[in-house]
């Protein structure tokens, strides 16, 4: 492809999408898992499934998927957010590989696969390097009560039923926190994008 391809990862409410925003300034060309994931939702196959394993009623009258219903169904368990995975990654895959085939082979820096289940799924695999976004997680509690307008119960729950900071210690290359403070973000984030540049040139 020609391009580097930097998968970025980390639990809901770390950060990073903001990591992926100051990617993009940096001439980075941003490919979104979950803006994927939504598009392909919409397949009338994969509503079926969805519907069959967490009810008709996620469903709409207008035949529009109800997205906070399955999130919170989803989400509820471990258990049912595998379900959920099992009907929507191998499309999701499809498309995101031939999303990044299309931004590499355009005018960017890298490429940044942005996906929260870049592990889980199997994605990782179309990267040259991974990063995580990690932050502590009263931080991410707040963010996700503020971001979606949930409960702290709720929003506890869905931090539940996700990874701790640890597996994503464990298994990307690299780490950025979260909570690094705005005034220095983007030059962080700008000198981290240099030294996986930098490393992946010396792999090469």
Not at 8 to 14: K, N, Q, V
Request: aromatic fraction near 4%; glycine fraction near 8%; hydrophobic fraction near 40%.
């Amino acid at each position: 492809m020609g391009k580097p391809v930097i998968g970025l990862t980390g639990p809901t409410g770390a950060g990073k999408s903001t990591v992926a925003a100051a990617f993009r300034k940096l001439g980075c060309a941003v490919i979104d898992a979950d803006r994927v994931a939504r598009d392909m939702v919409k397949d009338p196959g994969c509503l079926a499934q969805l519907k069959e394993i967490f009810g008709a009623d996620i469903v709409a009258q207008d035949g529009l998927l109800d997205r906070r219903k399955l999130a919170a169904r989803a989400f509820s368990s471990p258990e049912n957010t595998r379900k959920l995975n099992a009907v929507t990654h191998p499309a999701i895959i499809r498309e995101c590989t031939r999303q990044i085939e299309a931004a590499a082979a355009g005018d960017c820096r890298a490429v940044i696969l942005d996906a929260p289940l870049l592990f889980e799924s199997g994605t990782q695999d179309l990267c040259g390097a991974t990063v995580a976004v990690i932050t502590p997680d009263a931080s991410r509690l707040k963010r996700i009560m503020a971001r979606d307008g949930i409960s702290e119960e709720d929003a506890a729950r869905r931090m539940a039923a996700q990874h701790g900071n640890d597996y994503y210690r464990e298994r990307a290359d690299y780490t950025f926190d979260g909570s690094t403070p705005w005034p220095v973000f983007d030059e962080t984030v700008a000198a981290l994008l240099d030294r996986i540049m930098g490393d992946l040139d010396e792999q090469a």
